[in-house]
Each structure stands twice: as C-alpha cells, then as structure tokens.
C-alpha cells in the first residue's frame, strides 16, 4: 500500500517534511501528522477520499464511526516489515466539574490521575506540553494503549494510541512528537465551577467504553484488508 512503501523511501532518505496541521473543527484543537507515514482521516476529510478505498472503508462507515464515539480524527500507521502497526485518534467529551487543567497545581493533577488510573486499571504519569496531560498505560482486549487526556474548556481531550505489540522507545517518540504539536484555543478566564481543593472524580468511563468500542470497529476492518493485500 502507498504509506507502507513511503516508509521504506523514508528509511533510506532524509525526511522532507510532510507533516500537516489537522484544524479539528468544532472542537478548538490543532493536531500535525506527517501525512507520509499515517494515513489519517476527519470528519471533514473522508468524502471522496481515495485512501477509504484503499484501505476498504466506505465513507458512510467512517462518519458512523466518528458519530458513534465522539471521534474527531483517526490516523494509521503500517510498518513495512510486519504484522505491527500503530492508530491514533482522538475525542472530546463535555464535562461539569471542570474547566481547565491547567489551572489546577500538581497535586489535584495527580489525584485526578490516579482516578483515572484506577478506572482503567492502569499505569499513569503527568506529561507535559503546554498543558498537562495524563498519560494512562495500560492494556485491554489484546491491545497495548496510551492515552492522553487533558481538559480545556469544560471538554474532556484523549489522544489515545494502541497497537497490538509493546510499544517500543521509537513508538513513544513517534507519538510524543504528535502529542506535542497539539494546540488548542483554551479560554482561561472561564471559571471553575467548584473549589480547586476539591477531589473530584470525572467521569471518565465514557471516554474508557468509547476508546474500546473504536478499537472492536475500525481495526477489525483495517487488518483483515491489509491482510488481504498483503
């Protein structure tokens, strides 16, 4: 398929940056992917495009996809040499209880992250950009995932990426370039709803069963194509 050989051209030449800024529109976030290695889809993209096809997707089931789990964006990445491969996507989900993470201190930040944590049975830690995320590791249903969720505007953000083997140091650096690149337009004069002391605990299971449900729907479909044209 076209990304698999372009990333064995960009084993053996130097990167001559293809990377796009993804405007998810609605949803006041920025996202770069370099469109060289992944194939990537939005809501606003999938009409007519050529790469649903190639991958053995119709339009009419990316828009359910997107409309079932409150996706914004799904990205993939094939590696060449094996069975392995990395999706990203990302979702938003309206919250109550808080506005924006980053004005919370450490402390709250990992309470909250160990809320989280409990929730999914995982691993967390604090990553930061501009703004705080919390990074959850953990498995589930055969599948190693990170996911990184932070609030901006009362709405809960998760990058969530998984792949059916570990993810490996090279892996974590692909997705943290990604991570990094990510921009939002935070309005930080909106005020918190409760007292910043507060150990509040988000509900965050909906964003859980949705990252699970986009995992089961679009892999599925995904693997079994590159299987076939292998």
Avoid at 71 to 93: M, T
Avoid at 140 to 160: K, P, R, S, W
Avoid at 168 to 186: G, H, K, L, P, Q
């Amino acid at each position: 398929m076209k990304k698999v050989l372009l990333f064995v051209l960009l084993m053996l030449i130097p990167t001559l940056g293809y990377a796009t800024t993804f405007e998810l529109k609605n949803i006041d976030m920025n996202i770069t992917i370099d469109e060289s290695e992944w194939y990537v889809f939005t809501p606003d993209n999938i009409l007519d495009n050529p790469e649903l096809e190639d991958l053995g997707l119709t339009y009419e089931y990316m828009y359910e996809s997107f409309q079932n789990n409150q996706a914004y964006l799904d990205a993939v990445l094939f590696f060449y040499d094996s069975e392995d491969y990395i999706e990203l996507f990302v979702r938003r989900v309206a919250l109550e209880d808080i506005r924006n993470l980053t004005n919370y201190d450490d402390a709250f930040i990992n309470r909250l992250g160990q809320v989280l944590a409990d929730e999914q049975n995982a691993n967390y830690e604090i990553y930061r950009t501009d703004y705080p995320f919390i990074l959850l590791d953990y498995m589930d249903q055969g599948f190693y995932l990170q996911e990184y969720y932070t609030i901006v505007n009362g709405y809960g953000y998760t990058i969530t990426v998984q792949k059916p083997e570990a993810f490996s140091s090279e892996d974590t650096a692909r997705v943290e370039e990604i991570v990094d690149s990510v921009s939002f337009d935070a309005d930080l004069s909106l005020e918190e709803p409760n007292s910043k002391e507060t150990n509040k605990e988000v509900n965050y299971i909906i964003i859980g069963v949705a990252s699970i449900a986009l995992v089961v729907v679009i892999l599925v479909v995904i693997i079994k194509n590159k299987k076939g044209r292998a």
